[in-house]
C-alpha cells in the first residue's frame, strides 16, 4: 500500500495590509459618526432649505403686495401701454401717499406664455427626435461626437445666444424676411426691425433643447435591454419598438426635462431682452405671418430692462411684482410636474 500523505491545509488568503496611520484614524474617525447623526445632520441641511426658500417667497410677496393691492386684479388685465404705465410708477410723486401703482401686465404675461410655450414645444419635439436618434440609430462615431457637444451646448451662456441672435439672426430677419410692405401695414402700431417673437421663440429652444436631450437620452439608456430585445423576437422594428415601449417607459423623465426647460425659459431674462424687441407689447394672432415678427417682451426681461428704477420705491414694488408671478409659476410647474410623474411612473413600474 502506498504511503498515507497528510492533508493538504487550504491557502490563507494573505492578510490585507495594515492601513497608514493617517488612514486608519480617519476610518476610526467615520466610525464614529452614527447614522442617528448623519441622519439629524441631513434633515437639518434639507430644512434650511427649505426655511430659505420660504423666507424668500415671503420677501417677495410682501414687497409685491403693494403693486396687487392698488391694482386688484386689473393687474393682471390688458388696456393701455404697459410701457407707459411704467414710465408713469417710475416718474410718479415721491410722496408715498400720492405713490402711483397702475398697471395691466397684460402684454408681459402674455408675452411670456407665448415664448416659454412655444419654445418648450418645440425643444421638447426636437429633444425627443435627437435622443432616439442617440441612443438607437446613431453609429458610435457619431454617438460619441454628439453627446459632448450636446452638453457643451447645455452650458454655454445665455448671453452667448442672445450675441449671436442680435449680430447674426436679427439681421437676416429684417433683410430678408420682413419686406417693406409688411413693415408699412404695421408702422402706425409697432415698429418691425427683425427682433420679435420669432426670434425669441427660435433662440430659447435652441437654448433649452440641449438639457432635455440630456435628461432624454440618460433615462432610455437606463432601461433594460431585455424589453427592446423582446420586442425584437416578435418582429417588431427597432422604431416601432423603442417608440412603444423605451419612450413610454421613461415619460416621468420625459416630464422631467420639459419641466426643467420651462423653468429654464421662464426665467430667462438676458438673451430675450436682446433679441425680443424689448417691448411691452402683445403680438396679434390675427395680423397673419406679420404676428410672428411683432416685439414682444416677458416678465423676466423686463425685470432686467428696468432694473435700474429699484431706487424708486413703487417701481421696485412693481418689480418684486413680477418675480412673484414669475415665482408662483415656477411654483405651481413643479407641483403639476410631480402630479404629472405620478400616474407614469405607476405604468412604468408594472
Given at each position: ?9 487550504p491557502?490563507r488568503p ?6 497608514p496611520p ?5 476610518l ?14 441631513l434633515?437639518?441641511?434639507a430644512?434650511?432649505?427649505l426655511?430659505?426658500?420660504?423666507l424668500m417667497?415671503?420677501?417677495?410677496f410682501?414687497?409685491?403686495w ?5 391694482n ?12 407707459r404705465?411704467l414710465?408713469?410708477i ?15 401686465a397684460w402684454?408681459?404675461?402674455y ?7 412655444a419654445?418648450?414645444?418645440?425643444g421638447?419635439?426636437t ?7 442617440i ?11 454628439l453627446?459632448?457637444?450636446v452638453?457643451?451646448l ?6 452667448v ?6 449680430l447674426?439672426i436679427i439681421?437676416f430677419?429684417?433683410n430678408?424676411l420682413?419686406g417693406?410692405g409688411?413693415?408699412?401695414s ?8 427683425g427682433s420679435?417673437?420669432?426670434v425669441?421663440i427660435?433662440?430659447?429652444s435652441?437654448?433649452?433643447?440641449p ?5 432624454i ?5 437606463s432601461?433594460?435591454?431585455?424589453w ?5 423576437a416578435l418582429g ?8 412603444t415601449i ?19 425659459a421662464?426665467?430667462e431674462?438676458?438673451m430675450?431682452?436682446m ?11 390675427l395680423?397673419?405671418l ?11 426681461a ?9 431706487s424708486?420705491t ?5 418689480l418684486?411684482?413680477?418675480a412673484?408671478?414669475?415665482?408662483v ?18 405604468w412604468?413600474?408594472?
Amino acid at each position: 500500500m502506498p504511503p498515507a500523505t497528510a492533508p493538504i491545509a487550504p491557502r490563507r488568503p494573505p492578510a490585507a495590509p495594515a492601513p497608514p496611520p493617517r488612514r486608519a484614524k480617519l476610518l476610526s474617525g467615520l466610525g464614529s459618526w452614527s447614522d442617528r447623526r448623519a441622519e439629524l445632520t441631513l434633515g437639518a441641511l434639507a430644512c434650511a432649505v427649505l426655511v430659505l426658500i420660504g423666507l424668500m417667497v415671503v420677501f417677495v410677496f410682501s414687497k409685491a403686495w403693494p403693486s396687487f393691492w392698488h391694482n386688484g386684479f386689473a393687474w393682471f388685465g390688458g388696456g393701455g401701454d404697459v410701457d407707459r404705465q411704467l414710465d408713469n410708477i417710475y416718474n410718479g410723486p415721491s410722496r408715498p401717499s400720492e405713490y402711483v401703482y397702475k398697471l395691466h401686465a397684460w402684454p408681459l404675461l402674455y408675452g411670456t406664455a407665448l415664448t416659454t410655450i412655444a419654445g418648450v414645444v418645440i425643444g421638447l419635439v426636437t429633444a425627443l427626435l435627437a435622443a432616439v436618434f442617440i441612443v438607437e440609430f446613431a453609429p458610435s462615431p457619431i454617438r460619441r461626437l454628439l453627446e459632448p457637444v450636446v452638453r457643451l451646448l447645455a452650458a454655454v451662456p445665455s448671453v452667448v445666444y442672445g450675441l449671436i441672435g442680435l449680430l447674426v439672426i436679427i439681421p437676416f430677419v429684417n433683410n430678408h424676411l420682413i419686406g417693406e410692405g409688411r413693415k408699412e401695414s404695421v408702422a402706425y402700431v409697432v415698429q418691425l426691425n427683425g427682433s420679435g417673437l420669432i426670434v425669441a421663440i427660435v433662440i430659447l429652444s435652441i437654448m433649452i433643447t440641449p438639457i432635455m436631450i440630456s435628461i432624454i437620452v440618460d433615462a432610455l439608456r437606463s432601461v433594460p435591454q431585455g424589453w427592446t430585445e423582446g420586442a425584437a423576437a416578435l418582429g417588431v422594428n427597432r422604431w416601432r419598438a423603442m417608440w412603444t415601449i423605451s419612450v413610454r417607459s421613461v415619460r416621468p423623465a420625459i416630464v422631467a426635462a420639459a419641466v426643467l426647460a420651462t423653468a429654464r425659459a421662464l426665467g430667462e431674462a438676458i438673451m430675450l431682452s436682446m433679441v425680443s424687441g424689448s417691448r411691452g407689447f402683445a403680438p396679434n394672432p390675427l395680423d397673419g405671418l406679420t404676428f410672428l415678427f411683432e416685439p414682444v417682451r416677458p416678465l423676466a426681461a423686463t425685470i432686467v430692462d428696468h432694473s435700474e428704477g429699484l431706487s424708486v420705491t413703487p417701481f421696485a414694488q412693481t418689480l418684486y411684482a413680477f418675480a412673484a408671478v414669475l415665482l408662483v409659476s415656477s411654483i405651481l410647474l413643479s407641483l403639476g410636474g410631480w402630479a404629472a410623474k405620478r400616474p407614469l411612473a405607476r405604468w412604468s413600474a408594472r
